[in-house]
């Protein structure tokens, strides 16, 4: 077992070290022009936020490598101790996603402030941290995703498909890969992810804040996320401790976790929003409304952002979890073919973005009756209060993946993978449920960035500039600019998904070659090759990374030059296109993935029959949809938007 965990260490190692050489290449000229752009503050910001989001990635993924072989052996004595294991692992990459994100931005706000910055400069500054995360957010899920659903594809259709044999199978010369990707993709790439969206997010709220209260409350405006985001830390570790279960109930004893860390979160933030908002709202508020927003009524804002959380949970378990009527349907669908399965996929993909929109609407205009857009931005923010947790179930699903994997490569008890098995379902479904979190965050944060933009704009524009014909729907540039945006997602999305195919091509044809040049693999005589996989793989994912990642940076500032207008108008095009694309995407892919896996335990036909042969093609077209291209278009939106704030100084007005 300690090999085989040795090899995957390896793999992810040397991926991960090649990503960030190139993240830091890119990095470079990109912080030397936001120093000509900007400031020498937000270009320090920018090389802070970076590195504390790949620091998130690197250290996560270590330990998500290292827990692989502990759950394996927990697994011998039953569910509850390997469960143990892996949450706690889990754990450790979700307390470190909001930790760093938090210590980055409070630390240097701190340090700004310190040094004699005003609070709207420091909060400037800090935009530049945030663009930082989120560059480092678009390359690690990308990348991460490109490698492990290449890997994925390559060895489900030779392995599986072709030769017939077991998934984790250790003849298989890309099931190292395999586990290298889980580990690259799921965890450092959900982890860089949602340590943007924790970090933009907080900026955002308190660039929002700032702008929207006069600046005698400045001070108590700005800390007031992060006062939110570090209760809710506290509350998140409480949560993560609940999670214990002395049955083979698993996916209950990880909810409870959620609800335990959503209570007390509610119940900490009225004491905190009475105690720093009360006489902002009071005496400092902006707005025409102030005399109408209470301490209550942001204290509801911040209930509407927990209660967002966990309706997009329950929507997006009921659409991809095995107990539920959409995976039915497509395992149904495959008994009649590989098409009717595709077709039954695609329209429950669709099908899973209406009730995730309904109830994003609904949050958006509850809070904005409530208080408004910054009551919005709050909602966001206590949202995202309990990122730690949800990390946590997202980084949990590698490792248990990765656990069975060396179950059956170790040739270990069948007792222990029957334990693996069912964790690595609740897995898949829990990663599903993150990525609809991720998206639904990410849409409401790109709202918040974009209310930011069009408030910063107001404070650049040229005198005699009519600020109240911005953005107006008649304009021929607010048109244009909508379209470019919605187009912007669907070639992001294109070359993501070429990506992968012609990746997995790479992987295929290697599979087969090494099958085809040593036939005693098959008989067990001969050790496959796992390293020259796991080295294609890498370099065809660093390649194939950088041509999308640069779409959400290049783009808005060739919009933004030739208009103004036209770039508000992007901005809304990539939220509106991005959140359902992103959506469908990754429910679906969820789905289609549970379909095979409800197949393989024994439903319609199980292993080896026409459904199981259809279900599996499902699952690889369904892994480039969930894994790579839809949980891309998450910092593909906060980049945008980003860039927009920052080019502000040179838009053609």
Known sequence: MQEISGAVQEGAQAYLNRQYTIIAAVAVPLAIVLWLLQDYKTAI??????????????????????????????????????????????????????????????????????????????????????????????????GGGIFTKAADVGADLVGKVEAGIPEDDPRNPAVIADNVGDNVGDCAGMAADLFETYAVTSV??????????????????????????????????????????????????????????????????????????????????????ADAVSVTDLWLC?????????????????????????????????????????????????????????????????ANELAGIYGIAIAVMAQLSLCGLIVALDAFGPVTDNAGGIAEMADLPEEVRNVTDPLDAVGNTTKAVTKGYAIGSAAL???????????????????????NGLFNLTSPDVLIGLIIGGMMVYLFMALSIEAVGRAGGQVVEQVRK????????????????????????????????????LIPIVVPVVVGLLSVDALGGLLIGVIVVGL???????????????????????AHGGKGSEAHAASVTGDTVGDPYKDTAGPAINPMIKVANIVAILIIPIVHF
């Open 45 to 142: 910001g920018f090389v802070i936020g970076g590195f504390l989001s790949g620091a998130t990635g690197f250290i996560g993924m270590n330990v998500s490598v290292r827990a692989n072989t502990r759950v394996a052996e927990a697994a011998r004595g039953g569910v509850p101790p390997a469960l143990d294991v892996a949450f706690k692992a889990g754990s450790v990459t979700g307390l470190l996603v909001v930790g760093l994100a938090l210590l980055g931005v409070a630390g240097y706000y701190g340090v700004l402030i310190i040094t004699g910055s005003t609070d709207k400069e420091a909060v400037d500054a800090l935009i530049g941290l945030g663009f930082g995360g989120s560059l480092i957010s678009v390359f690690a899920r990308l």
């Open 204 to 289: 955002a709220v308190m660039l929002l804040g700032v702008l929207t209260f006069t600046s005698d409350y400045a001070r108590e405006v700005a800390i007031f996320p992060l006062i939110i985001g570090g209760v809710a830390i506290l509350a998140s570790i409480i949560g993560a401790l609940s999670v214990r279960t002395k049955t083979d109930k698993v996916e209950g004893a990880l909810y409870v976790g959620m609800i335990v860390s959503g209570v007390i979160s509610i119940a900490a933030f009225y004491p905190i929003t009475d105690w720093l908002m009360s006489e902002p709202l009071r005496l400092g508020f902006a707005s025409t409304a």
């Open 302 to 366: 911040a209930v509407i952002g927990v209660a967002v959380t966990a309706l997009l949970f329950v929507i997006t378990d009921y659409y991809t979890s095995t107990r539920f009527r959409p995976v039915k349907t497509i395992a149904r669908a495959s008994e009649t073919g590989h098409a009717t399965n595709i077709i039954q996929g695609l329209a429950q993909g669709y099908q899973a973005t209406a009730a995730p929109a309904l109830v994003l609407a609904l949050a958006i205009l509850g």
């Open 445 to 467: 944060a790109a709202l918040v960035l974009f209310a930011a933009f069009k408030s910063e704009l107001a404070e650049e524009a040229p005198a005699g500039f009519d600020l």
């Open 514 to 549: 090494q099958f085809k040049e040593h036939p005693g693999i098959m008989d067990g005589t001969e050790k496959p090759e796992y390293g020259e996989t796991v080295s294609i793989v890498t370099l065809a994912a660093q390649k194939e990374m950088i041509a999308p990642a």
């Open 580 to 602: 359902f694309a992103a959506i469908s995407m990754t429910a679906g892919g969820g789905a289609w993935d549970n379909a095979k896996k409800l197949i393989e335990d024994g």
